[in-house]
C-alpha cells in the first residue's frame, strides 16, 4: 500500500496540467480519479469549457453545484459511471439554448424579464436553470433578481408564454400574479417544474414582505402546489384559497384554507367526492367545515349518473 501511495504522488506532478484543475491540489477521490485517467481529464476540461460558455449571468452557477454533489458524486470512484455522467452532462451544455422573455401582461405593476437555460426537450415548453428580474414598470427600475435552479415556461397557441392561467390538467402559467395572502399586496409564483402528483404544475409561491419591500419565498404555500394539482385558486371575495387533489378516477378532494391571525395556512373546508363504490352506483358525498376549531362532518350518498349531471 506504501509503495502505491509513492507512484501516486510521483505521478501527480506529470499530471498537474491535466483536466480543469491543478492535479497537484486534487483534494477529493473524485479528482484523482479525473487525473489518473486521461479520458476523463479530456472530458472534465470539455464540460468546464461548456459551462463557462453557456453560464451567463451566473445562470448555471446553482445547477452545477447540484449535478457535482448530485450526479457526478453518486458516482464515487467508478470510472464508468463518472464517463457516462460527464458525456450526458456534457451533451445537455452543448444542446442547450439560451433565451431571454420579457413577460409584462401578468401584472400592471411589475415585468418580470426572464433569461432561461433551455434543455430544449420539448417543442410547447422551454425549462432550465434561469434568473427573473422583477423590473418596477413605473420607475423602469429592478426591484430584485431571482435566481431559480428550475423554471418551466408553457407556450399558448399564440406561441407566447403562458401567464395567470391555472387551468386543472392542462398548462399552466409560468408567473401567476394575484394577492395570495389578501394583505393588498400582489404577489407572484413561478412554475418550477411538473413534479407535483400525477406529473401536475409546482411553484414556488413569494409573498410581499412590506417591511423589508421584497418578494419572499413562502414554504406552506409552495408546498401546497406539490401536494396538489397544480396552482391554487384565489378567491379575493372570501379571501380563500382553493386546492384540488385526487387519487385515481374516482376519488376526489377540494379543500379551501383562510390565514389564521398568525398569518399561517389553515384548512376550513373540504369537500371530498368517492366515487370508489364497487357497484359503480354511488358516489358518497362528504362535507368537512371547521366551525370554532371543530371539524363538522356531513355525508351523503347520490347515485353516481345523477351527480355527476347536475
Known amino acids: 500500500m ?15 496540467t491535466a483536466a480543469s484543475f491543478d492535479c497537484g491540489k486534487a483534494a477529493t477521490a473524485i479528482e484523482q480519479v479525473i487525473c489518473a485517467t486521461p479520458a476523463l481529464s479530456t472530458l472534465d476540461e470539455q464540460l468546464v469549457t461548456a459551462y463557462r460558455e453557456h453560464n451567463q449571468d451566473g445562470l448555471l452557477q446553482e445547477n452545477q453545484r447540484n449535478w457535482l454533489n448530485g450526479p457526478r458524486a453518486e458516482c464515487k470512484v467508478d470510472v464508468a459511471c463518472l464517463q457516462s455522467r460527464y458525456q450526458e452532462r456534457l451533451a445537455q451544455l452543448q444542446g442547450g439554448q439560451l433565451m431571454r422573455q420579457r413577460i409584462d401582461n401578468a401584472s400592471p405593476v411589475y415585468r418580470f424579464d426572464i433569461g432561461l437555460f433551455n434543455w430544449g426537450e ?27 435552479d428550475n423554471v418551466y415556461m408553457a407556450h399558448g397557441d399564440n406561441g407566447k408564454p403562458l401567464v395567470n392561467s391555472a387551468r386543472l390538467y392542462d398548462l399552466q402559467g409560468v408567473i401567476n400574479v394575484a394577492d ?98 364497487p357497484a359503480g352506483k354511488q358516489v358518497r358525498v ?21 351527480y355527476y349531471h347536475q
Not at 3 to 12: A, D, E, K
Not at 201 to 210: A, C, G, H, K, S
Not at 286 to 306: F, H, I, M, P, Q
Open 122 to 148: 420539448r417543442d410547447w415548453a422551454a425549462e432550465g436553470p434561469a434568473t427573473i428580474n422583477i423590473i418596477d414598470k413605473r420607475s423602469q427600475r429592478r426591484v430584485q433578481q431571482l435566481r431559480l
Open 180 to 277: 395570495f395572502d389578501f394583505d393588498g399586496h400582489a404577489d407572484f409564483a413561478v412554475q418550477n417544474g411538473n413534479d407535483g402528483p400525477y406529473g401536475g404544475p409546482t411553484y414556488r409561491v413569494y409573498l410581499y414582505d412590506t417591511a423589508r419591500k421584497q418578494f419572499v419565498l413562502n414554504d406552506e404555500l409552495s408546498t401546497l402546489t406539490e401536494e396538489n394539482l397544480g396552482m391554487f385558486q384565489v378567491d379575493a371575495k372570501r379571501k380563500r384559497l382553493r386546492s384540488f387533489a385526487k387519487s385515481g378516477c374516482c376519488y376526489h378532494e377540494t379543500t379551501d384554507y383562510q390565514f389564521d391571525a398568525r398569518h399561517r395556512l389553515q384548512a376550513v373546508e373540504r369537500l371530498i367526492e368517492d366515487a370508489q363504490d
Open 2 to 16: 506504501q509503495i502505491l501511495r509513492g507512484l501516486w504522488l510521483l505521478l501527480l506532478p506529470l499530471m498537474a
Open 286 to 306: 362528504t362535507r368537512e367545515t371547521l366551525v370554532n376549531g371543530r371539524w363538522k362532518t356531513s355525508t351523503r350518498r347520490y347515485a353516481l349518473d345523477a
